[in-house]
């Protein structure tokens, strides 16, 4: 057993040497320490052990397990240190540190981006349309198919207010109120081209990517024949306009009621380029930009026939895009009224400010 266990050690510190990331940790855990581990297959060969050497040799499995454990807890913690480190590296556009260098007043991270995006779609025929952040239950949930004790509650609990109001969870809320707004388009033979910007508030356990006020862009565009092929030539357009330059997306099943089929649009990573870190919740992706084809109850809600029209929704997370954007590594900079990091932005104000009246 003394020669296996060496053996093991031995195999394990050549392997654990060459891991570059947290995640081959993960991997080394499983392989050398889980249920099907090399540890645990020593241990079934305990069995075969005469009993006068079984106490010996289980002493030399534990010290292996206790090696290799020990071994990961310094690996991670060398990991996470060149991890930081490299994050930093890629945020060097953004310096915490900078002085003030600026003695007049800055747009909003936020608002540049929210701009550069209203732009992009303003170009493509849509219309940028404003929406308050106090709604009601039937627009936040039930006319987008979400009735009372819908699970998908759960995920959005919100501040509510005394007169059966509550302060919107998402920029979806407006959905309704859009379609209905510009729903004689159709009977005029045009589509429904409309994008929402808004800020969102939800009962929300805060960390690195997670905020309790948070800043949507949903947008919706009906007509007759529209497919998932024109949802994502708009997503396309509007992500290679935003970063001009090649990104990683990658497109995956979703659940919203409000549509069907839904996917969720993510991005991947461009704080850790993929590898994992707190920004992306250590997975290498960022959930960007949830979407789908209108259902047809939502559709029915608004009054406009589903059988003759199809739409596409989507509701893009412009704080995270802002994030992206600008390689900032937590979101919590943006509410944290830090002026001396959020008035570094204002060197990239974008040409064409719309809505000045409205700027946050
Ligand atoms: C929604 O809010 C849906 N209304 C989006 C949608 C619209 C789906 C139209 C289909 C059609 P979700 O809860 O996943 O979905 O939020 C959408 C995006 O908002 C997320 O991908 C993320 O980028 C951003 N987001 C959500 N919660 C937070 C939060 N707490 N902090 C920061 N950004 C958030």
Not at 21 to 31: F, G, K, M, N, Y
Not at 196 to 218: L, S, V, W, Y
Not at 258 to 269: K, N, S, T
Not at 275 to 303: F, Q, R, Y
Request: charged content about 25%; hydrophobic content about 35%; overall charge negative.
């Amino acid at each position: 057993m003394f020669e296996k266990t060496e053996a093991l050690k031995k195999l394990f510190t050549e392997k654990v040497a060459k891991a570059t990331a947290t995640s081959d940790i993960e991997q080394l855990r499983i392989e050398f320490l889980g249920k099907k581990g090399s540890v645990q297959a020593l241990m079934q060969e305990l069995r075969n052990v005469p009993n006068e050497g079984k106490k010996e040799a289980g002493q030399k499995i534990n010290e292996a397990k206790q090696y290799i454990e020990n071994a990961i807890t310094e690996k991670i913690a060398e990991l996470k240190k060149f991890e930081e480190q490299k994050l930093i590296e890629a945020t060097e556009s953004y310096d915490e540190s900078m002085p003030v260098s600026v003695d007049y007043g800055s747009y909003h991270p936020i608002t540049l981006v929210r701009r550069e995006v209203e732009q992009i779609f303003l170009s493509m025929g849509f219309s940028v349309e404003d929406y308050s952040e106090i709604t009601d239950d039937y627009n936040c949930f039930e006319a987008l198919n979400i009735p009372k004790h819908h699970p998908a509650r759960d995920m959005q609990d919100t501040y509510y207010l005394s007169s059966n109001q509550l302060l919107k969870t998402h920029t979806s809320a407006a959905q309704n109120t859009i379609l209905r707004k510009y729903k004689s388009n159709l009977e005029n033979g045009n589509p429904i081209r409309a994008i929402f910007p808004g800020r969102c508030f939800r009962n929300e356990k805060i960390d690195a990517c997670h905020e309790n006020t948070f800043f949507q862009m949903e947008g919706i565009m009906v007509d007759e024949n529209i497919s998932i092929s024109n949802l994502i030539y708009f997503m396309k357009t509007m992500l290679s306009e935003v970063f001009q330059k090649d990104i990683t997306v990658r497109l995956r099943p979703g659940f919203f009621p409000f549509v069907e089929p839904g996917f969720e649009l993510d991005i991947q990573c461009l704080i850790c380029g993929g590898d994992g870190c707190p920004s992306c919740k250590d997975s290498g992706w960022l959930e960007l930009c949830p979407c789908g084809m209108i259902h047809p109850n939502v559709l029915t809600a608004a009054g406009i026939d589903p059988e003759k029209y199809t739409g596409f929704a989507f509701g893009l997370g412009m704080t995270r895009l802002a994030m992206m954007r600008y390689g900032v590594k937590d979101i919590r900079v943006f509410n944290s009224g830090n002026l001396k990091s959020l008035s570094q932005f204002t060197e990239k104000s974008f040409t064409n400010p719309s809505n000045e009246s409205k700027e946050a």
